[in-house]
């Protein structure tokens, strides 16, 4: 098993960037893949981006796409989210998660506030 630890939000300027990282517990981080949710207020939870377990594959979210990035440093057990361009509609709170299967998770972490401001 593992436990996840989000750090790195905050309020930041529409237009603005902000990265987020995710601290996992444990030496076998490298098997499992991750990913990164958020869940405004009202709102269901969405997907925002997924990295595989070598870091050879990332996935993103249609609202996100080309103005995220996400990555690993296995050595460090941790996973990052460069959020760039930021929009009021960004402002949620982000999850850090792990799984061993493609986009099904079953670790999270507690989440990280992220608020832009107009």
């Known amino acids: 098993q593992v436990q996840l630890a989000e750090s790195g939000g905050g309020l930041v300027q529409a237009g603005g960037s902000l990265r987020l990282s995710c601290a996992a517990s444990?030496?076998?981080?490298?098997?499992?893949?991750m990913g990164w949710f958020r869940q405004a207020p009202g709102k269901e939870r969405e997907f925002v981006s997924a990295?595989?377990?070598?870091?050879?594959?990332?996935y993103y979210g249609d609202s996100v796409k080309g103005r995220f990035t996400i990555s690993r440093d296995n050595a460090k057990n941790t996973v990052f989210l460069q959020m760039n361009s930021l929009k009021p509609g960004d402002t949620a709170v982000y999850y850090c998660?792990?799984?061993?299967?493609?986009?099904?998770?079953?670790?999270w972490g507690q989440g990280t506030q992220v608020t832009v401001s107009s």
């Open positions: 990295i595989s377990r070598s870091g050879g594959n990332t």
């Open positions: 998660a792990a799984g061993v299967t493609h986009l099904k998770y079953g670790y």
């Open positions: 444990g030496r076998t981080f490298s098997n499992y893949e």
